[in-house]
């Protein structure tokens, strides 16, 4: 039987990553990766893997980014090129939360996502309410690399959670009807500015999340529930184990958004990740990213998209 999921871990500033238990870092790294694990694993936490040299930043709670401007008290989810982390903003006069997307080592200046965002505020959609851009970047440095950092506005769940969320049919049909006009107006924005979203899917499609803003940690914490990780842990065999600088104490699973209470949820929608999104005029991507039970025939069948993908 694995371990109780549930473990929350003592809350001491800028903890340090990655263990130390003497030794050199001389054995082959793949057969060094293997002896770590979790013991309580599933899809909701990223992969171990992904933290090795150029991967992601190894990131614990409380630790602190932008020179102490943010400091970590959640975990929002995670990509493949990047984790998210909710933040709290301590410049702020009063307590101002934000969400975090920290790419991997191996995304540079050059990824698509941070491209199209300037190209979005170029377009002049900056101020776009159904559009979600970050409204800050800075770079962070870990034993993995530099890391990239977005800052972004802290929104709610998903899309597709709406229909638990908003419970009285009445409402539910009323506030479904809002959000698809938000997302049309979303689409129009882009699309009159000749760029396809390429990725735009319920999980891409981001409810409000009203009332963090003013809360103390404590409150916010309530709200979400409190952190809940799985620590990482080391096969022992005969061997000595090396210093390894990559890997995480622990890894955090995602807040649960979707269980929060309804009564801070509205359907005011923004559509996220423009890390799929290209000019259309100069055609897709050699690569299309967007989930199968979402892709337009064109892009199953022939590897093509247009703006036309997003409809």
Avoid at 93 to 98: A, L, Q
């Amino acid at each position: 039987m694995s371990a109780p999921r549930r473990n929350i871990p003592p809350r001491h500033p800028n903890v340090s990553g990655g263990f130390r238990r003497g030794g050199d870092y001389s054995q082959d790294p793949d057969r060094l990766w293997m002896r770590l694990y979790i013991q309580s694993a599933d899809e909701d936490v990223e992969r171990l893997r992904g933290y090795r040299p150029g991967g992601y930043n190894p990131i614990h709670l409380d630790n602190e980014l932008n020179e102490g401007r943010y400091r970590v008290i959640h975990k929002l989810g995670h990509g493949t090129y990047a984790t998210v982390w909710l933040c709290l903003d301590q410049n702020a006069n009063e307590p101002s939360y934000v969400a975090i997307k920290i790419f991997r080592a191996s995304q540079g200046e050059d990824d698509r996502e941070l491209v199209m965002a300037a190209k979005l505020k170029e377009e002049g959609l900056g101020a776009m309410q159904h559009l979600c851009l970050p409204t800050n970047q800075f770079t962070n440095q870990s034993p993995s690399g530099m890391h990239i950092c977005l800052v972004y506005p802290m929104l709610g769940p998903p899309v597709h959670t709406a229909a638990s969320i908003f419970h009285r049919e009445e409402s539910k049909t009323r506030n479904l009807q809002t959000i698809s006009a938000h997302m049309v107006k979303a689409l129009a924005a882009l699309h009159s500015r000749g760029i396809c979203h390429g990725d735009f899917h319920p999980r891409n499609i981001l409810l409000a999340l009203n009332g963090l803003d003013g809360l103390d940690e404590k409150g916010v914490l309530s709200l979400l529930g409190e952190p809940e990780i799985a620590e990482v842990c080391i096969r022992k065999d005969s061997r000595p184990t090396p210093e390894i600088p990559y890997a995480p104490k622990y890894l955090v699973y995602p807040a649960a958004l979707e269980d929060v209470a309804s009564a801070a949820i509205s359907a005011h929608a923004q559509a996220i990740d423009f890390g799929q999104s290209f000019d259309n005029s100069l055609g897709p991507p050699e690569s299309l990213g967007i989930p199968v039970n979402y892709a337009a025939p064109e892009v199953i069948l022939d590897g093509l998209g247009s703006m036309e993908m997003d409809l």
